[in-house]
């Protein structure tokens, strides 16, 4: 019964043929292929022309691996063993290994194509790698070179602001400051864009004052909206949270971006922000916001791909007005604080944002107060002395006004990283102002080389004037014993704050 199974089912790899001294077929089973007996097994196949010479040693055994052989069209890789003996009766065993090595060669070809699938992709990582360390670099110079004119230019506007003007001076001065702060939007939409990409946008959550927050905003774009002949509306529901913990500077900066963009594409009729509340629990506060405009609108088609970035709809319908960052960062942020966004509608009659954002709740009313008059100007009994480490001509006229404006402070000015150590030496400083970087210096370089003087000036205060600030970049300034940082473009109320801190 076995051997029937056998017969059916068992496959013959092999081949066994016998040849004499000189190669001629004595006997063979033609399990693999068919060859003659008497004929020269020379005569069947290249390969075989060995047998002449090896043929000639005697009691030796020869083995060849994968032997490409063909009969017929047939295609055979075997393994070969050749046994030579001296009574002209010599030994030839083929094996067909043909299935097994083609499928050992997928398998090879397999591995490599993985192997170089690897190596592409590792050159693709290291080509994308190379690509943003290019766009960061570019987007950090690109910044640098900017914040130090824009916070001249918005220091010496708001100095002019309470300056004896006229109407239209006024009027072209509201102007200058208004450009200013949508420049200094488009900066900070550009880094955050980078920041988003690269993981480095966090939410830094903070006890704040909501209605304060909100009528801030309210007075700010009321004049933006009126100073465009729009009406601006607003709705602040009783029974909103006074105080919330959150992160504030991301709630206005959703809010804002919003109400841009919606008196950015409105050219008749009204703004209108509504604020209410859904619901109080567990400690938390959700509260719903809606931006509302009589502008152009948003074709149904095209309401999905207007938090893309640098999106542009039509340009006949829009006036050539691009979306750019700001509506791709708003979502991007609304999402982070768990958050979700809708938008409805319809050409020609307007578009209504909304959201809804939970905030926990807090009493801490003293700390607030506490935290607000911690940056009120102490009473000082003495004028302090600052040393500004600054090479850009721009920001040292900017920080002189400002500074000596308030009548608390003498300045001296240095515009080279190595005048450092020396005028700390020579002259009386209670204080140090330090750009980020002055030509081949960085400021952690040059605030390590005060730190390694004498025991007196490891306490000396250090602030950065950044370009950078980003989670990491705070840090290696704390590493460096640098006390604190404020990053341009900033304004007079953010550098004295700063000052007037470190000055207690």
Known sequence: MLEAYKKKYHQNNFQYILVDNFGAVLETDNNLFTVQPKSLLQDCHPFFEILTDLLQVNDETFEFSCINLEFNNKILIADIIIISQNKNE?????????????????TAQTRNESIINSQVLELKNEYLLEKETFKNNF????????????????????????????????????????????????????????????????????????????????????????????EFNFNLQEGLPEYVKADQYRLKQIIANLLTNAINNTHTGSITLNVSLNYVRAKKANIHFEIMDTGIGIEASKIDTIFERFTKL???????????????????????????????????????????????????RESIKEELLKYQVPKLNKKYHILLVEDSELIQLT?????????????????????????????????????????????????????????????TPIIVLSTQAFKEDIKRFKQAKINDVVTKPFDETILLEKIYKHMK
């Open 399 to 459: 920080i002189l006004k400002i500074l000596a404006a308030t009548g608390h402070f003498y300045i001296n000015i240095i515009s080279k990283g190595e005048e450092l150590v020396s005028n700390i030496i020579n002259k009386d400083v209670d204080l140090i102002l330090l750009a980020n970087t002055i030509q081949d210096f960085s400021a952690m370089d040059l605030a390590a080389s005060v730190r390694n003087l004498s025991r007196e000036y490891k306490k």
């Open 139 to 230: 987007i950090a110079n690109f910044s640098h070179q900017l914040r130090n004119p824009i916070t001249a230019s918005i220091i010496f506007s708001d100095l002019l602001i309470n300056s004896n003007l006229n109407a239209d001076q006024k009027n072209y001065l509201d102007i200058i400051q208004s450009a200013n702060k949508d420049l200094k939007t488009r900066i900070e939409d550009i880094l955050d864009i980078s920041k988003i990409e690269s993981g480095k946008l966090s939410l830094n959550d903070k006890v704040f004052d909501f209605g304060k927050l909100l009528n801030d905003i309210i007075t700010g774009y009321k004049i933006l909206a009126n100073n465009k002949g729009l």
């Open 314 to 364: 039509d340009a006949a319908a829009r006036n050539d007005k691009r979306i750019g960052l700001g509506l791709s960062i708003v979502k991007y942020l609304i999402s982070e604080m768990q958050g979700n966004i809708k938008v409805e509608s319809e050409i020609n009659k307007g578009s209504k944002f909304t959201f809804n954002l939970s905030f926990k709740l807090s009493n801490h």
């Open 90 to 106: 010599n030994l030839i065993i083929l094996e067909d290994l043909t299935k097994h090595y083609n499928n050992y060669q997928l």
